[in-house]
């Protein structure tokens, strides 16, 4: 259990407004993801809808967490003292242990790997992931200078470094075979993951490396609400800008065979 803390009014507006914008970014992604579904091929339509519904648990779970962000302050004397049980943490972690292995799934089945490879690939990397939540869950509930924190965090990294180093190789090494315009999404996808992955490690050693408890509290809770908009509503984004780059190029194969015939007459 976290200290009590109390926060001024400013950091707890900061906090809430963010919650805000991520409960905005997460349905409104959502609704698109769902209007722009006739865009692309029913081979890229799987990994749409899963883009979908990732955004979709992670809408009603923020709603969840705004609700446990207002009932656990409580103004006493100009500042925002935490009142009954506290902010619960737990809404993340339940969050993450369904969002991220369909995230994972999401950006298999766009990139078309084929069915052998996806499932290789995914038997490797969704238990990691899960093991990845699980250990950082304890650690998450123990006290902000308590060596549990630092020690469970050691635990949960051992698995996101594997999985980021599998993911960010796999992706690497498919960018030579997706179509021109594709390789540069995918490029950039690659890098989107390694940093915004990297920011959940970083929103949960706030508490240990800062003094300041209230201050530590704002620098997770925003942390986390960032890094979430980016690997959710964001990723889902460049997924759909592969599916509707590939659906035009298996669409126009005739480019493809201008280029060979235009290459083949030049010899
Ligand atoms: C949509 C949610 C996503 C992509 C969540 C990702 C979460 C992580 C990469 C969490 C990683 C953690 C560590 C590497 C160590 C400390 C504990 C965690 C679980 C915060």
Known sequence: MIGLIQLSSGQYQL???????VIAGMFASAVFFILMRQQVAPAYQTALAIATVVVLIA????????DSWTNSFEVVNGSLAQVGLGFNEGYRYVD????????????????????????????????????MILLGWPGELSPPDSSARIVWGVLATIPFVYLVWVLFTQLGKSLGRQ??????????????LLITWSAYPLAYIAPS????QATAEVVRQAGYSVADLLAKPLFGLL???IAIVKTRADADPGTATDVAKVTASAN
């Open 96 to 131: 993450w242990l369904l969002t991220v292995p369909l995230l994972l799934a999401e950006l298999v089945l766009v990139l078309r790997l084929g069915w052998e490879r996806s499932r290789t690939l995914l038997t490797k990397l969704v238990p990691a992931a899960m093991a």
């Open 59 to 66: 809408g009603y779970h923020y709603l969840r967490i705004f």
């Open 179 to 192: 179509p021109a315009g594709v390789d540069k999404i995918v490029s950039g996808m690659r890098w989107l």
């Open 15 to 21: 906090v809430y407004n963010l919650f805000s914008l």
């Open 209 to 212: 490396v800062f003094d300041n």
């Open 239 to 241: 997924v759909l800008a």
